[in-house]
């Protein structure tokens, strides 16, 4: 054979990158038993069956070995690293002697595979699988020369469906690998299967999922079953390849299974090795009649035997029954109990629920496991996640009502009529600035109309401006526990990121320290504004949404009334009156406020000109109890007085205006009185004898109440026409001291405060929809629900350091402003069940929507339409790395006000539970005395101060339980910190209230974590650098990531070694 040196002296100077293995071996020729020259060290090099030998890895190649016609052997001693190279020639063997074990038996198997015999039986295996793959396109070919109906039926047979119950996956099996063979005799293996699939339509090799890895045996049982979901596109005749690997690093190969192209097999070098593949048809297993295929597993040239595996049919949610002892012995090498995927959104409460629940869940996950009693039962726990398509409809909503909010607020402002020019520029800058916002929230509803894609915001887009307002990774985590001594039980973790503005930054804080360094400066505003409590303009833009709200009601009402009276229906204008003097008297005592008064008379002096019949000084009663600032500011008095002096005003021209609408609606009251006392006379005396002349009476009499009562209900509208648009006008000029105080702060600051309630109100609103269709059935949770309201925990794992700190800022005030939010439940007139949002800044109303069977089972309060109050509570404590260096070097301050402000609000809930509620409506095995301890307890940790003290955590999560609360877990992305806190709340529950077996606890918890078990997942794939894919949803919550929690000693040490590097690198 011959060869062109100087091609092969090229090729032996590539990269490192080209090349199959490298390394630096011993090697010497032998004969027989004896070695010719003692060994030397050389630098190899394997590309394909040529195996180049160097003096150095930058000299030239000295020699090349042709892998040819021999075979390895490998001395099976422990302490021996050494292989020797036959030929069948009859050539010297060659003795290769490697640095350690592991290096030796990577060598052996490269070798091994780059053979020349090797190759072409593996070109041969796929020269095979070409030819099987061709026999089937020429079925595809034929199809064109096929009328249409005879194409239709071909697909029909081609395609076969595979039958299942509705809302069930398609297909499920179990593995289990029997006789695998190692490359060394010695070896343990460490194995895990790979899944693949071949479409029948495609013929397309697409990876799927995997199996967990099995260590230390070779006959791995393996505990992690494949599911295929409803919508996957898997027939009959879908192929399904298993490949079976050798795991040397699992720490390393947990990345390495998920990135590998397809049509390549791991290398020996990077932690795992390729022992063997086999494939089977879908239809073979559903129609074999024990349900079950023993496959040989093959080398990848289809020459050698290296095991058997076998694949057993499972059906979703047949577990075995009796004593786990015959279990316990098999899989005690193992890492976890039984788990099988399966994708379905049923829970407890039936499949009622389904199309109600599926409108704001999307792509859900399963997982089952099984775990053993402490008495040696089997319990069956099934854990879900599901995105929801709420993370996107509430911010849309919202903005859409921020929009609607802002729109009427500048035109309240323009319509405020002729201003001094100081306020008139004034006017005109805050004007400017507003339209600027509005256009940004504009824009940003655009662009949330055009996305597409998932149905979650993944933590790598926390910081994309036009997904500010999007909660990041929100996913409800359920766990059902089904035991065999104890009910049925649900346990529902909302996980989400911290709701904060990522994409304005924490340079200057979060919102806390934002709001109040920003109330300090509009204090001292001095002579450009009169300033405004927040508790003023808090009440002002309540009075406008009151003159909003309830004008048209009483226009509408009082047109009712005329047309009763048209009619000369008693009982209708009565009823009619009824309306309208309720509402007419709230609208009334909406406007029983110092702040109106005061308001209208700044805003008189606020005209081109003025003068005062009174001082200017606003009266301030003990009884009205209002405390006005600017009383105490003399600039303000003095600049008032300097406008130029034309007219006169009136204080209490505004006492009369408002007066005369409660006038006119007594005049209107007690014509409608005289006109039914007429009437019912009337009726006694003619009723009776002229039947007839009673008739044509009622015709006069219908003209003539609706005479007599028209000019009445004129006035009263002109009365609160009047009203209105002083109150309209006085209330705007507030809202502009507001503004125009804090230009641009004050909208930034209301932009931010925006953002991160948006994020905050997606997650309630989802919390608050799962627990409602959990607790239908549950009469002594929805009499809570309206008699007391809703408990809603949030667990935050935020540090106090740097960045996070102002994430838990803003964290706090968005879960603060949740206390606004009321719920009411109405029943749904479509198949569209997303909540509808209404309302303004600082009061919202979500109105969720249930099917007419699920509506009917509410109580009747909640029928009827009572609102329903929310009480969220934030305990937080940072156990990452930073919180140490807070604790250590920095501040936890803020940390310790927010645990101790929220415990007096879970405390002032208990306080009302306990007054309201009978014990008998907290579940069976809960009592009053526990919760007590429980309350008690948790005000000791929060004031020990302790340094990450995760005890905090659990007794408010208990709490919340046993209160029936809805329970969210947050960090910064919802992803590493908030995944380990809910696997661990989940094993804990299993422990303390189902009775796991306690040397199953690590078991279990290693289960739960384990990413391998969700299969083999692409990098583009990974929620936890981005994006998932449209057709496999993948759960974050499985990932095995540790806690960072670093030793305190250890990180003294660490500083001090990186300051003296830094003080070296500079000197």
Same mark, same amino acid.
């Given at each position: 054979m011959r060869f062109n040196a100087k091609d092969l002296a090229l090729l032996a100077r590539r990269p490192s990158g080209c090349f199959d293995k490298e390394g630096r071996l011993k090697i010497c020729r032998v004969v027989g038993d004896e070695k010719l020259i003692e060994p030397r060290e050389r630098w190899c090099r394997l590309k394909g069956n040529l195996l180049f030998l160097m003096k150095n890895k930058s000299f030239e190649a000295s020699e090349v070995v042709i892998l040819e016609r021999c075979w390895v052997v490998e001395f099976r001693s422990k302490t021996d690293v050494s292989i020797v190279l036959k030929f069948q020639s009859g050539e010297p063997d060659l003795y290769l002697e490697a640095a350690s074990k592991p290096d030796c038996e990577?060598?052996?198997?490269?070798?091994?595979?780059?053979?020349?015999?090797?190759?072409?039986?593996?070109?041969?295996?796929?020269?095979?699988?070409?030819?099987?793959?061709?026999?089937?396109?020429?079925?595809?070919?034929?199809?064109?020369?096929?009328?249409?109906?005879?194409?239709?039926?071909?697909?029909?047979?081609?395609?076969?469906?595979?039958?299942?119950?509705?809302?069930?996956?398609?297909?499920?099996?179990?593995?289990?690998?029997?006789?695998?063979?190692?490359?060394?005799?010695?070896?343990?293996?460490?194995?895990?299967?790979?899944?693949?699939v071949v479409h029948p339509a495609e013929h397309i090799?697409?990876?799927?999922?995997?199996?967990?890895?099995?260590?230390?045996?070779?006959?791995?049982?393996?505990?992690?079953?494949?599911?295929?979901?409803?919508?996957?596109?898997?027939?009959?005749?879908?192929?399904?390849?298993?490949?079976?690997?050798?795991?040397?690093?699992?720490?390393?190969?947990?990345?390495?299974?998920?990135?590998?192209?397809?049509?390549?097999?791991?290398?020996a070098d990077v932690g795992r090795s390729f022992l063997g593949c086999t494939t089977f048809r879908v239809g073979d297993l559903v129609k074999s009649k024990e349900q079950q295929l023993t496959l040989t597993l093959r080398t990848s040239d289809g020459g050698k035997t290296v095991g058997t595996i076998e694949v057993n049919l499972v059906k979703m949610g047949e577990l075995e029954d009796g004593e786990t002892d015959h279990i316990t012995t098999d899989a005690q090498d193992q890492k976890c109990a039984l788990v099988r995927e399966c994708t379905a959104t049923e829970g407890i409460s039936g499949r009622d629920n389904l199309p109600s629940l599926n409108a704001v869940l999307k792509n859900p996950i399963c997982k089952l496991y099984r775990f053993p009693t402490s008495d040696n039962k089997w319990m069956r726990i099934r854990e879900q996640m599901a995105e929801t398509t709420l993370s996107f409809h509430v911010p849309k909503e919202l903005i859409n009502l921020h929009i609607k909010e802002d729109m009427r607020r500048n035109q309240e402002l323009k319509d405020l009529g002729e201003l001094a020019p100081h306020w008139d520029n004034m006017r005109r800058?805050?004007?400017?600035?507003?339209?600027?916002?509005?256009?940004?929230?504009?824009?940003?509803?655009?662009?949330?109309?055009?996305?597409?894609? =998932?149905?979650?915001?993944?933590?790598?887009?926390?910081?994309?401006?036009?997904?500010?307002?999007?909660?990041?990774?929100?996913?409800l985590q359920r766990m059902h526990v089904h035991s065999p001594r104890?009910?049925?039980?649900?346990?529902?973790?909302?996980?989400?990121?911290?709701?904060?503005?990522?994409?304005?930054?924490?340079?200057?804080?979060?919102?806390?320290?934002?709001?109040?360094?920003?109330?300090?400066?509009?204090?001292?505003?001095?002579?450009?504004?009169?300033?405004?409590?927040?508790?003023?303009?808090?009440?002002?833009k309540e009075v406008l949404s009151n003159i909003n709200n309830l004008q048209p009601l009483i226009s509408s009402h009082a047109d009712l009334l005329l047309n009763s009276a048209s009619q000369h229906s008693p009982d209708s204008l009565k009823n009619s009156l009824k309306m309208l003097s309720e509402k007419t008297e709230l609208f009334v005592h909406a406007f029983k406020d110092q702040l109106v008064r005061s308001a209208l008379l700044a805003l008189y002096t606020a005209r081109?000109?003025?003068?005062?019949?009174?001082?200017?000084?606003?009266?301030?009663?003990?009884?009205?109890?209002?405390?006005?600032?600017?009383?105490?500011?003399?600039?303000?008095?003095?600049?008032?007085?300097?406008?130029?002096?034309? =007219?006169?005003?009136?204080?209490?021209?505004?006492?009369?205006?408002?007066?005369?609408?409660?006038?006119?609606?007594?005049?209107?009251?007690?014509?409608?009185?005289?006109?039914?006392?007429k009437d019912n006379i009337s009726n006694i005396k003619e009723g009776e004898n002229d039947p007839a002349a009673a008739d044509c009476r009622m015709l006069h009499t219908g003209s003539d109440w609706y005479e007599q009562l028209y000019p009445l209900v004129i006035t009263l509208k002109d009365c609160m026409g009047e009203v209105v648009t002083r109150a309209k006008q006085s209330m705007a000029f507030v809202l502009l001291q507001e503004l125009a105080c804090g230009l641009p702060q004050c909208l930034m600051l209301t932009l931010r405060r925006d953002i991160v309630f948006s994020q905050a109100l997606a997650g309630l609103v989802c919390g608050f929809i799962i627990k409602l269709h959990t607790?239908?059935?549950?009469?002594?949770?929805?009499?809570?629900?309206?008699?007391?309201?809703?408990?809603?925990?949030?667990?935050?794992?935020?540090?106090?350091?740097?960045?996070?700190?102002?994430?838990?800022?803003?964290?706090?005030?968005?879960? =603060?402003?949740?206390?606004?939010?009321?719920?009411?439940?109405?029943?749904?007139? =479509?198949?569209?069940?997303?909540?509808?949002?209404?309302?303004?800044?600082?009061?919202?109303?979500?109105?969720?929507?249930?099917?007419?069977?699920?509506?009917?089972?509410?109580?009747?309060?909640?029928?009827?339409?009572?609102?329903?109050?929310?009480?969220?509570?934030l305990f937080n404590v940072g156990i990452n790395e930073q919180q140490t260096l807070a604790e250590r070097f920095g501040d936890t301050t803020l940390q310790e006000n927010i645990n101790q402000e929220n415990l007096e609000l879970?405390?002032?809930?208990?306080?009302?539970?306990?007054?309201?509620?009978?014990?008998?409506?907290?579940?069976?095995?809960?009592?009053?005395?526990?919760?007590?301890?429980?309350?008690?307890?948790?005000?000791?940790?929060?004031?020990?101060?302790?340094?990450?003290?995760?005890?905090?955590?659990w007794l408010a999560a208990t709490i919340c339980r046993k209160l029936n609360g809805v329970r969210f877990t947050c960090c910064k992305s919802a992803k590493d910190r908030t995944s380990m806190s809910v696997t661990l709340e989940q094993c804990s529950i299993l422990r303390d209230e189902h009775q796991l077996h306690k040397d199953f606890f690590i078991r279990a918890l290693d289960c739960m974590r384990s990413r391998q078990t969700q299969g083999a997942l692409n990098e583009s794939d990974d929620p936890e650098t981005g994006c998932l894919t449209d057709n496999k949803p993948t759960s974050r919550h499985f990932y095995p990531v540790a806690l960072l929690l670093v030793s305190s000693h250890l990180l003294v040490v660490w500083l001090i070694l990186s300051l003296a590097l830094l003080l070296a690198k500079y000197q």
């Open positions: 990577s060598w052996a198997v490269a070798l091994g595979e780059a053979n020349s015999e090797g190759l072409q039986n593996k070109i041969q295996q796929l020269r095979r699988l070409i030819m099987e793959i061709k026999e089937e396109r020429s079925s595809d070919e034929a199809r064109q020369f096929l009328p249409s109906s005879q194409v239709d039926s071909l697909g029909e047979l081609q395609f076969t469906s595979i039958q299942r119950i509705a809302n069930e996956p398609k297909l499920e099996f179990s593995l289990a690998c029997k006789d695998l063979v190692a490359a060394t005799r010695d070896r343990k293996l460490n194995t895990f299967i790979q899944v693949s090799l697409t990876r799927y999922s995997s199996t967990e890895i099995v260590e230390g045996t070779r006959d791995p049982l393996f505990l992690t079953g494949v599911t295929f979901p409803p919508e996957y596109p898997i027939y009959e005749e879908t192929k399904i390849k298993l490949t079976v690997y050798d795991v040397k690093d699992k720490s390393q190969d947990t990345v390495r299974t998920s990135v590998l192209p397809d049509h390549k097999e791991a290398r800058s805050v004007i400017a600035h507003c339209d600027q916002m509005l256009s940004m929230y504009q824009d940003t509803l655009a662009e949330l109309g055009k996305h597409t894609g =998932s149905s979650f915001k993944s933590s790598c887009s926390k910081g994309e401006k036009t997904l500010e307002f999007i909660p990041i990774n929100l996913h104890l009910k049925d039980a649900l346990y529902d973790v909302i996980t989400v990121g911290a709701p904060a503005a990522h994409f304005q930054g924490f340079k200057n804080g979060g919102l806390r320290k934002l709001l109040s360094k920003f109330e300090a400066e509009r204090r001292n505003t001095g002579y450009q504004c009169i300033y405004y409590s927040p508790e003023n303009t808090a009440k002002a081109p000109g003025c003068v005062l019949k009174k001082p200017a000084v606003p009266r301030n009663t003990a009884e009205e109890g209002d405390d006005l600032q600017h009383q105490d500011h003399p600039s303000q008095i003095k600049r008032q007085d300097s406008i130029p002096h034309h =007219s006169e005003y009136d204080e209490e021209e505004w006492d009369r205006v408002w007066a005369n609408v409660g006038k006119s609606l007594n005049c209107v009251i007690a014509m409608v009185d005289r006109l039914l006392e607790g239908l059935h549950d009469q002594g949770f929805l009499q809570q629900l309206h008699t007391v309201g809703l408990l809603v925990q949030y667990e935050g794992l935020l540090s106090t350091y740097s960045e996070e700190a102002g994430m838990l800022e803003d964290m706090a005030v968005g879960i =603060s402003d949740l206390q606004k939010v009321m719920f009411k439940v109405i029943e749904a007139k =479509s198949e569209d069940f997303l909540p509808i949002i209404t309302g303004r800044r600082e009061h919202y109303i979500i109105e969720v929507q249930l099917p007419a069977k699920m509506f009917e089972l509410l109580p009747q309060e909640i029928k009827e339409g009572k609102l329903l109050r929310m009480y969220p509570v879970l405390k002032e809930y208990y306080k009302l539970f306990t007054e309201k509620m009978p014990p008998d409506c907290l579940p069976h095995f809960q009592e009053q005395n526990d919760l007590k301890g429980l309350l008690e307890n948790l005000h000791q940790n929060i004031q020990a101060k302790k340094r990450k003290n995760v005890e905090i955590m």
